[in-house]
């Protein structure tokens, strides 16, 4: 098993910036790959960029390119996502994910097995 805490959420106007870290615990030792997912009300959870274990293999949604950076450090068992140029499109629950499989299977929320509780992420305009 492993738990995955989400931090750093919060308000900020469009055009700015906020870093989101996980940290995770438990069976730490296996090679997950971690991802990162939101969920606007009223719409299906969305994916976001994701990191193989060995940080080699990076992937985001087309809308965060060039905004948005995903890095992990194994050693702290964190990753982040430093969200800039914020908009307010972007205001959703923030998740995340591991999965056991290191990305073999794909970035769809079906392939990632232990999730987080969320943080809002608020982008006011």
């Known amino acids: 098993q492993v738990q995955l805490v989400e931090s750093g959420g919060g308000l900020v106007q469009a055009g700015g910036s906020l870093r989101l870290s996980c940290a995770a615990s438990g069976r730490t030792s296996s090679r997950y790959a971690m991802g990162w997912f939101r969920q606007a009300p009223g719409k299906e959870r969305q994916f976001v960029a994701a990191?193989?274990?060995?940080?080699?293999?990076?992937y985001y949604v087309d809308s965060v390119k060039g905004r948005f950076t995903i890095s992990r450090d194994n050693a702290k068992n964190t990753v982040d996502l430093q969200m800039n140029s914020l908009k307010p499109d972007d205001t959703a629950v923030y998740f995340c994910?591991?999965?056991?499989?290191?990305?073999?299977?794909?970035?769809?929320?079906?392939?990632?097995?232990?999730w987080g509780q969320g943080t809002q992420v608020t982008v006011s305009s």
């Open positions: 994910a591991a999965d056991i499989n290191d990305l073999a299977y794909g970035t769809t929320a079906s392939q990632f097995h232990y």
């Open positions: 990191i193989s274990w060995s940080g080699g293999n990076i």
